[in-house]
Each structure stands twice: as structure tokens, then as C-alpha cells.
């Protein structure tokens, strides 16, 4: 009830905003085509090319669930105080439902709330763990351990550590994506003071043995951060038995809001970072700026979701994944699986499947498929259609197909360059 009654206040916003947007989109004088964001439709030269294409690309984003909608609106509309306001009702319940989301989140990774940390993402948090850390333990400790796949923001914020003369091994991984724990173990210096690694890699979905590297880095008494952008909500994570100092999580890929991640940050003992935004003191100081109790709320609901919901949506999500596979393989042959998700969101081929030792023009003819709560047996089926009947499009006009199926071995050709 109280979603319908929501929802009917804000769709007349949500109509005009999304016309204006669609307005902005077929403006374009160039024949590009544009879109009708109601109802999904790309049209070019008036010509209606499609319908509301298939998702399937659940580690970029999930869909809000409707339950957690519900239980943000209220704090968007009615109850919409600053957490931060001391002195009356609206700022009292507001920092309420801040603190119960916290303990939401808290539950689900098995922490302390006072050890979670509001951010806008897991961008942030990635970055304020891995510089922040650095700038608090230097002079003395100038050398950090990551690896060659993870996310773009955790290289690059080690890469930002290398400009201002840090020193980082970016370790290679096996070709399954695992990390070697020997090759881990050797990495070490006495001035190593951070090591990175992530918990569910976002391309290819392969589980890192956190266990087994939280326990290295305490005998080394070497902090432990993990990105668990893509672990939160799907394996289950306990930052004592696995050891964790620090831990970058994120809404939106729990069916939570977008702009909204936590930092988790060890009590006992005791982890120290350099907050990397000056201000109001927010969050102890670790991360300055107003919380935003809507986005905070649903994070908290989707973690509470997730909780009770976990094994369900995983037995489910592997069923569809068979399916998915049994279905292309069922008409097409040749087709290899990279770990267990595949890649290509950019035309340039992964760097996470170059890492694992996956030939170029493999990384380059590899599509990720990314399949979530909401996604219907219907929808994995007409996947698994339209999958087949491009390919099948592309092997006709492919020579280098044809030469396959005659049995020469493509890798072997040496091109010749005029
Ligand atoms: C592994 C991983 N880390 C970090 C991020 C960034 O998360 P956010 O969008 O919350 O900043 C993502 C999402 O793209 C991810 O998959």
C-alpha cells in the first residue's frame, strides 16, 4: 500500500523527467537514433528498431527491489531530516533509521556497526582504504600488494599511490584467476603496509580464498583490505574468520540504490586510514558530508534481504546459468567458458582475461552474461535465441569459421602484412 501511494505521487515527475531526457536524446540532428525511455523503444528515421532490449548484465547493476524502494520513500518525501540535525523530531528519526541500516549492513558481513563507514560507493571506498591507509602508515611502510585483476578503481588509486612514490607489485594470477598463496607469501617486504585483494572478481565471478590471505597478512601483521563490490549478498562473508582489516561495499549491486557503499574498518585491532575528504567531521571523521538517509536506508534493506534471501537467489541464478549454457550449447559448438561468468562490456579485449593467460582473439570473442534475482526462465531462453542465431549470423560470413570447421588449427596461421 504504502508503495502504490508513493509511487503515485512521484510518476508524474518520473513521466516529465524521462520525456525531457527522451526530448534531449532524438534532438540530435545526425541520424542517431533515439530512444523513448518509457517505453524502451529505439527508433531510427522513425523506423521503430526495437523493444525494451534484455538485461543480463547484473554485475555492472541490479534493479532496485521493490522492497527496498518501499522502505526508502518515506525518508525522500515525509520523514526527509538531516541525520545530523540534533535538536528535533526530523533529525532524531532520520539518524534512526541511519544507525538501523548500519546494524543491517553490520549483520550481514558479521561486524560491529561502529565498524561500518557510509561512502558513495565502492569506488570510494576502495580509494580511501588504499590511500588512506598508505598516507597514515608512511614514512615507514611504502610498498603495497594487489593484484593484476581487480577493479579499475583499486589499480588506479595504486597506480595514484605510485606517483607520489609508494612502490606496488601488481601480483599475476593463475589461470583459473585464482591468486597463488606462494606467490602471495613472497610478495612480502618489511615496509609492505597493505595488501589488496579482491573478493568476487566482476568479470569472471571467481572467489578469491580470503580465509587463506586474511591469515597470511596477520601473521605478517600487514593490514587486509577486500573489494566485496561483488561478494556482498552472494557468498556469505565473516571479516573475523576471514581476517579483514577494511572492505569496500557497494548498494547498487544488491538491488540496493545507486551513490551509496560502506567502508568497513577494523576496531580490534585497530585499523587507521587518512580521511581523503575534509568537512563536517561526518562518520567520525572518516567521511565528511551529509549522509544521505533514503540511499543509506535501502543499502541496509537490500543487505536485510539478502540475508534471508541469499540461498535462495543463488540456487536460482545457477539454475537459469545451466540453463543459459544448455541452451546455446544445445545449437552451437566451440564455445568455451572463461571461469564463470565471461566479459565485454569495451571493444578492447579484458585485462582480467589477458591476465588469466586467455588468448587475444578469445578475450576479444567473449560475452559476459550477468543473471540476477529478477531474471524470468523467459528471458535466459530468448538469451539463449538470440545468442544462437547471431552467432550463427556472424560464423556464415566468417571465413576464418569455415577454416575451423575444415580443421586448421586458426592460432597456427602466420598473417602476412603487404
Ligand atoms: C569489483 C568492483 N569494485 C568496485 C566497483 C565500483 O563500485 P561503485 O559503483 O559502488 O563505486 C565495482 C562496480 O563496478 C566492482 O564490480
Same mark, same amino acid.
Given at each position: ?32 537514433? /533515439?530512444?523513448?525511455?518509457? &517505453?524502451?523503444? $529505439? @527508433?531510427? *528515421? #522513425? %523506423?521503430?528498431?526495437?523493444?525494451? !532490449? ?65 561512502? /558513495?560507493?565502492?569506488?570510494? &571506498?576502495?580509494? $580511501? @582504504?588504499? *590511500? #588512506? %591507509?598508505?598516507?597514515?602508515?608512511? !614514512? ?279
Amino acid at each position: 500500500m504504502a508503495t502504490t501511494r508513493h509511487l503515485a505521487a512521484v510518476r508524474p515527475l518520473l513521466r516529465r523527467l524521462s520525456s525531457s531526457s527522451a526530448a534531449a536524446v532524438s534532438a540530435d540532428p545526425i541520424d542517431s537514433p /533515439s530512444l523513448d525511455l518509457d &517505453s524502451g523503444v $529505439i @527508433s531510427m *528515421k #522513425g %523506423v521503430k528498431i526495437s523493444g525494451r !532490449p534484455l538485461y543480463l548484465d547484473m554485475q555492472a547493476t541490479t534493479p532496485v527491489d521493490p522492497r527496498v524502494l518501499d522502505a526508502m520513500l518515506p525518508f525522500y518525501l515525509s520523514r526527509f531530516g538531516n541525520p545530523h540535525s540534533r535538536t528535533h523530531l526530523y533529525g532524531w528519526e532520520s539518524d534512526a533509521a541511519v544507525e538501523n541500516a548500519r546494524s543491517q549492513i553490520a549483520s550481514l558481513v558479521h561486524a560491529n556497526p561502529k565498524e561500518l563507514f557510509f561512502t /558513495s560507493g565502492a569506488t570510494e &571506498s576502495n580509494n $580511501i @582504504s588504499i *590511500k #588512506g %591507509v598508505m598516507h597514515f602508515v608512511s !614514512p615507514s611502510k611504502r610498498h603495497v600488494i594487489t593484484t593484476q585483476t581487480e577493479h579499475k578503481c583499486v589499480l588506479d588509486s595504486c597506480r595514484y599511490l605510485q606517483q607520489q612514490g609508494y612502490d606496488v607489485t601488481y601480483l599475476p594470477v593463475r589461470s583459473d584467476g585464482l591468486l597463488d598463496l606462494e606467490t602471495l607469501t613472497a610478495a612480502f617486504r618489511p615496509d609492505t603496509g597493505l595488501v589488496s585483494v579482491m573478493a568476487v572478481n566482476n568479470e569472471i565471478g571467481v572467489v578469491q580464498p580470503l580465509e587463506d590471505i586474511g591469515r597470511i597478512c596477520r601473521e605478517r601483521n600487514v593490514p587486509f583490505h577486500t573489494d566485496a563490490a561483488q561478494a556482498l549478498g552472494k557468498i556469505p562473508i565473516d571479516v573475523d574468520r576471514m581476517n579483514i582489516s577494511l572492505m569496500s561495499l557497494s548498494g547498487h549491486k544488491i538491488y540496493g540504490p545507486k551513490g551509496v557503499g560502506a567502508l568497513y574498518l577494523r576496531r580490534r585491532p585497530r585499523v587507521r586510514v587518512e580521511p581523503q575528504m575534509s568537512g563536517g567531521g561526518q562518520e567520525r571523521g572518516i567521511r565528511s558530508g551529509t549522509v544521505p538517509t533514503p540511499l543509506v536506508v535501502g543499502f541496509g534493506a537490500a543487505c536485510d534481504i539478502a540475508m534471508k534471501e541469499m540461498e535462495y537467489d543463488s540456487k536460482r541464478i545457477s539454475s537459469l546459468q545451466e540453463r543459459l549454457l544448455n541452451g546455446i550449447r544445445a545449437k552451437l559448438d566451440g564455445v568455451v567458458v572463461n571461469g564463470s561468468v565471461e566479459h565485454s562490456a569495451s571493444l578492447e579485449p579484458s585485462y582480467v582475461l589477458r591476465a588469466l593467460g586467455v588468448d587475444e582473439d578469445m578475450a576479444h570473442t567473449s560475452i559476459r552474461f550477468g543473471i540476477g534475482r529478477f531474471t524470468t526462465e523467459a528471458e535466459i531462453d530468448k538469451a539463449a535465441e538470440l545468442t544462437v542465431r547471431q552467432v550463427e549470423k556472424l560464423r556464415e560470413m566468417s571465413p576464418l569459421y569455415e577454416m575451423v570447421k575444415e580443421g586448421i588449427d586458426i592460432k597456427s596461421i602466420q598473417w602476412s602484412q603487404h
